[in-house]
């Protein structure tokens, strides 16, 4: 049996302000999808998850084996790292 596995679909993404950006990462197990950002020093901040699909300006759209987050209008505030999480087993 293979561990589950999340990884990025990019190591790093430049955009301009106002832009949108998308973001995206695959994975081999289906479950709950969440995608977290982490601004340098600080701690991980939740951002959405796949049963809520929307959050202000970020949107997240889900398959069987990858995710997209879309950050819309982006500001130099949205300058961090941004991680996916897979939770799998008892949703």
Do not use: H
């Not at 939740?46 to 084996?65: E, P, V």
């Not at 950050?71 to 300058?79: A, F, H, M, P, R």
């Not at 961090?80 to 799998?88: M, N």
Request: proline share 2%; net charge neutral.
């Amino acid at each position: 049996m293979t561990a589950d596995q999340i990884w990025p679909n990019k190591d790093a993404v430049v955009i301009k302000e106002d832009e949108t950006v998308a973001l995206s990462c695959s994975y081999t197990s289906s479950g709950y999808v969440y995608w977290y950002r982490q601004y340098p020093n600080k701690e991980l901040q939740y951002l959405i998850y796949s049963a809520q699909s929307s959050s202000g300006r970020f949107r997240m759209t889900k398959s069987q084996t990858s995710t997209e987050l879309t950050i819309t209008g982006v500001t130099l505030s949205d300058s961090a790292l941004y991680y996916c999480a897979l939770r799998v087993g008892a949703q």
